[in-house]
């Protein structure tokens, strides 16, 4: 089986998504952020405010050449992970791409709790709302190169697999 590559914004539930995916067709289940943890021994926001956003997307792309590398995965990346088009290129070739969805309000939903999404919190200057639909805005062409894509906004994780399934 070639890889699946779940992509999209931050909140759009790529993590529960592939867990569930990768469970219901015997895959290994991947997800960059959590791998990048366990390598760096650190959390994402650590990370962000001790290394800072360069050297955590330098440790992205050097855990994507690892899991593209992989068969038989699914992989969740991070939100910003398509902001390296040789991220895009080594995924394209690894697998299927979908793209996540989901309408603003759920992704602020989502997305509520400070300190757990570094790009998210710095785009915020007292406007939650708007840090997302800019983020959003300036990513759409990106999360676009997907083959497809699924909004996530009135599902649960299995509906959203169900829906993938039959896309594929
Ligand atoms: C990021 C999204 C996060 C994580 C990091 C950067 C982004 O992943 O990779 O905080 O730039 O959108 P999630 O999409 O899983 O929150």
Do not use: W
């Amino acid at each position: 089986m070639k890889n699946i590559v779940l992509i999209g914004f931050m909140g759009t539930g790529k993590t529960s998504t592939g867990r569930v995916l990768a469970q219901k067709l015997g895959a290994a289940f991947l997800d960059l952020d959590q791998e990048i943890e366990a390598e760096e021994g650190m959390a994402i926001p650590a990370i962000f405010a001790q290394k800072g956003e360069p050297y955590f997307r330098a440790a992205e792309h050097r855990m994507v050449e690892r899991v593209a590398a992989r068969q038989n995965a699914v992989i969740s990346t991070g939100g910003g992970t398509v902001k390296d088009p040789a991220n895009v290129a080594l995924l394209r070739q690894s697998g299927v791409i979908v793209c996540l969805t989901a309408d603003v309000d759920t992704i602020l939903m989502r997305t509520a709790s400070k300190g757990e999404r570094p790009v998210l919190d710095k785009e915020d200057k007292g406007d939650r709302r708007r840090a997302v639909e800019t983020l959003i805005e300036e990513r759409r062409p990106l999360y676009r190169q997907a083959d497809f894509s699924v909004d996530t906004s009135r599902l649960s994780p299995l509906q959203v697999v169900e829906e993938i399934l039959h896309y594929l």
